[in-house]
């Protein structure tokens, strides 16, 4: 297994902060360890704390076995039910549910654990507030030790990087087309997979199209950050309003609930009609090049995709889905020291 440099920051809490280069370096070591699963452990005798404050089954189940398998113990927990209820804003008189701050429950877990990860999801009332991501950053300044994103409300970072060693799994992505489909669904849902995978996206070396209804654009910033690294590789960014034209000829295809910006914390359009026109389908994919279908998952059949799609050839969401596994021994062995 060969030595990655040194990690730029000490926790991984967004996939654009260690680079496009050390992103594709982990993506590449999780596909080793996938084709040659480590025979030794090597983190033996640490301790890896896995806090969530929103359900998993995903995030939680591969990173408890990515820990055991290297030898590490690990310690999950969710916040407020099995532990004490958590605050984390300063100054606050501590009258309401929470019984316990941040400031000494991170502390306090970081002195029986080497990297410390949190779930926390957005609170889904203001952008302005979310984007800023109040809880990650308050655990990340209590604690001593590194720190994974297990999700926010700015990224899922773990998912993208999954996300990106799955397109490098399954052929060459560099030039390929790669489409991000917003789909529909009950609730406003998080930008964080979207945001995720289109850097994803970017950093693999593909030409990114966004297709989703007016006033369901990403963060700016993370645009920004796409446009710039996509020019830098010499790849392009586009966002249409089109599901009638964004499929033709595309190589992978995306799909993702996600919410409003414009009107934060409304649910999308609920009529059949727009339901319709935004869900993927098999005639859809049939526009694609032989494209690949992906999903984070949880995904709900029928209404973000046709039980065609997801159970059709084009579908890469079980071997996705497994590959959180091995990008989370990656990511524990870099933060650990474990290479
Ligand atoms: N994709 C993903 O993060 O799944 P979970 O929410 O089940 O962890």
């Known amino acids: 297994m060969s030595a990655l440099a040194a990690a730029p920051s000490r926790d991984f809490v967004d996939l654009r902060d260690w680079g496009a280069g050390a992103a594709i370096d982990l993506a590449d070591l999780a596909l080793q360890l996938k084709r040659r699963p480590p025979r030794s452990r090597p983190l033996e005798g640490r301790s890896v704390g896995l806090c969530f404050m929103n359900p998993s089954l995903r995030t939680q189940t591969s990173f408890q076995v990515a820990s055991a398998s290297l030898g590490a113990h690990p310690v999950t927990l969710h916040f407020g039910n099995g532990t004490w209820n958590m605050e984390w804003r300063d100054g606050t008189v501590m009258d309401g549910q929470a019984s316990e701050h941040l400031k000494e429950s991170v502390p306090v877990l970081a002195r029986y654990c080497d990297v410390l990860a949190l779930r926390a999801f957005p609170a889904g009332t203001s952008w302005a507030d979310d984007k800023a991501d109040p809880w990650l950053n308050a655990f990340r300044s209590s604690s001593r030790v590194p720190v994974i994103s297990l999700e926010s409300a700015m990224g899922h970072p773990c998912q993208g990087l999954a996300d990106l060693m799955t397109l490098r799994e399954k052929a060459d992505p560099v030039g390929k087309r790669f489409v991000l489909a917003w789909a529909p669904h009950i609730k406003a849902l998080p930008l964080a997979v979207p945001h995720s995978?289109?850097?994803?996206?970017?950093?693999?070396?593909?030409?990114?199209?966004?297709?989703?209804?007016?006033?369901?654009?990403?963060?700016?910033?993370?645009?920004?950050?796409?446009?710039?690294?996509?020019?830098?590789?010499?790849?392009?960014?586009?966002?249409?309003?089109?599901?009638?034209?964004?499929?033709?000829?595309?190589?992978?295809?995306?799909?993702?609930?996600?919410?409003?910006?414009?009107?934060?914390?409304?649910?999308?359009?609920?009529?059949?009609?727009?339901?319709?026109?935004?869900?993927?389908?098999?005639?859809?994919?049939?526009?694609?090049?032989?494209?690949?279908?992906?999903?984070?998952?949880?995904?709900?059949?029928?209404?973000?995709?046709?039980?065609?799609?997801?159970?059709?050839?084009?579908?890469?969401?079980?071997?996705?889905?497994?590959?959180?596994?091995?990008?989370?021994?990656?990511?524990?062995?870099?933060?650990?020291?474990?290479?």
């Open 197 to 339: 995978a289109a850097q994803a996206a970017v950093i693999a070396g593909m030409d990114l199209t966004i297709c989703r209804p007016e006033g369901y654009d990403l963060d700016p910033g993370v645009m920004e950050w796409c446009r710039a690294e996509a020019a830098r590789q010499g790849r392009s960014v586009t966002v249409t309003d089109s599901p009638e034209t964004a499929f033709d000829g595309a190589h992978v295809v995306y799909a993702k609930a996600w919410g409003s910006l414009a009107s934060y914390g409304v649910p999308p359009p609920q009529d059949s009609a727009f339901r319709d026109r935004w869900r993927m389908t098999a005639a859809k994919m049939a526009k694609t090049k032989a494209g690949l279908f992906m999903h984070c998952l949880p995904v709900r059949r029928n209404l973000v995709v046709d039980d065609a799609v997801l159970d059709g050839p084009a579908s890469v969401v079980i071997d996705q889905a497994e590959n959180r596994l091995h990008t989370a021994k990656a990511l524990l062995l870099k933060l650990l020291g474990g290479l």
